[in-house]
């Protein structure tokens, strides 16, 4: 099993930063990806960006690529999600995801085995 726990959520202006946390623990080295999602209210989640812990690939939705950044840290089993120019639309409930079957399914929510609790991310315009 692999507990997940995000961090770093709050409210912000627009055009502001944030930098969510994601730390894993339990069976961390059976980690492949970690993703990060979000779902904003009466929306279904949605794919935000991924990484892969060997040869550190990330991936992106359009939405966020120039805006936010993904990067991990192997030796604190965490994963950080850089956010810049926050837009309103940018407001959800941010989850990150953890897979360990290597689907290679990044952008899709069944790619990922475990989930955190999220963390509410609110951009006021």
Same mark, same amino acid.
């Given at each position: 099993? &692999?507990? /997940?726990?995000?961090?770093? #959520? #709050?409210?912000?202006?627009? #055009?502001?930063? /944030?930098?969510? @946390?994601?730390?894993?623990?339990? $069976? +961390?080295?059976?980690?492949?990806?970690?993703? !990060?999602?979000?779902?904003?209210? #009466?929306?279904? =989640?949605?794919?935000?960006?991924?990484? $892969? !812990?060997?040869?550190?690939?990330?991936?992106?939705?359009?939405?966020?690529?120039? =805006?936010?950044?993904?990067?991990?840290?192997?030796?604190?089993? +965490? &994963?950080? /999600?850089?956010?810049? @120019? /926050?837009?309103?639309?940018? +407001?959800? &409930? *941010?989850?990150?995801?953890?897979?360990?079957?290597?689907?290679? @399914?990044?952008? $899709?929510? *069944?790619? *990922?085995?475990? !989930?955190?609790?999220?963390?509410? &991310?609110?951009?006021?315009?």
């Amino acid at each position: 099993q &692999v507990q /997940l726990v995000e961090s770093g #959520g #709050g409210l912000v202006q627009a #055009g502001g930063s /944030l930098r969510l @946390s994601c730390a894993a623990s339990g $069976r +961390t080295f059976s980690i492949v990806a970690m993703g !990060w999602f979000r779902q904003a209210p #009466g929306k279904e =989640r949605e794919f935000v960006a991924a990484i $892969r !812990w060997s040869g550190r690939n990330t991936y992106y939705t359009d939405s966020v690529k120039g =805006r936010f950044t993904i990067s991990g840290d192997n030796a604190k089993n +965490t &994963v950080y /999600l850089q956010m810049n @120019s /926050l837009k309103p639309e940018d +407001t959800a &409930v *941010y989850y990150c995801a953890a897979d360990q079957d290597d689907t290679r @399914s990044y952008t $899709r929510a *069944y790619g *990922y085995d475990y !989930w955190g609790q999220g963390t509410q &991310v609110t951009v006021s315009s």
